[in-house]
């Protein structure tokens, strides 16, 4: 079955950056939307990013800082983050939903669970 595996994450000082990579145990390309999740204690869970075969995605409070991206041949997604602040700490989790050519706007919050989640990585924002 599907297994991700979340890496890269770390301590970082606030403007620093960091690339986070998902690595899926199967081809993933033409099957499933992927999306980075991430999560604070006592937070709510964010969507972070998304991409599927039709589009990409950010929650506002990352755009123009985060970049995310796919290797179809290593069966990988990246997310880079750059001019990284305190409010990005958080455990990132990698999350696949079958259907890569349906737009990430249809991935709402009550299909979250139903998709296949990596262990996440946990990124640390401080000076």
């Known amino acids: 079955q599907l297994r991700l595996v979340e890496s890269g994450g770390g301590l970082v000082q606030p403007g620093g950056s960091l690339k986070l990579s998902c690595t899926a145990s199967?081809?993933?390309?033409?099957?499933?939307?992927i999306s980075w999740f991430r999560q604070a204690p006592g937070k709510e869970r964010v969507r972070v990013s998304c991409?599927?075969?039709?589009?990409?995605s950010y929650v506002g409070s990352v755009k123009g800082r985060f970049t995310i991206s796919r290797d179809d041949a290593q069966n990988m997604v990246y997310l880079q983050m750059n001019s990284l602040k305190s409010e990005d700490t958080a455990v990132y989790y990698c999350?696949?939903?079958?259907?890569?050519?349906?737009?990430?706007?249809?991935?709402?919050?009550?299909?979250?669970?139903?998709?296949?989640w990596g262990k996440g990585t946990l990124v640390t924002v401080s000076s």
């Open positions: 999350a696949a939903y079958p259907g890569a050519w349906f737009s990430c706007a249809a991935l709402g919050s009550e299909r979250w669970d139903t998709g296949y």
């Open positions: 199967e081809f993933i390309a033409d099957n499933y939307i």
């Open positions: 991409i599927s075969r039709i589009d990409s």
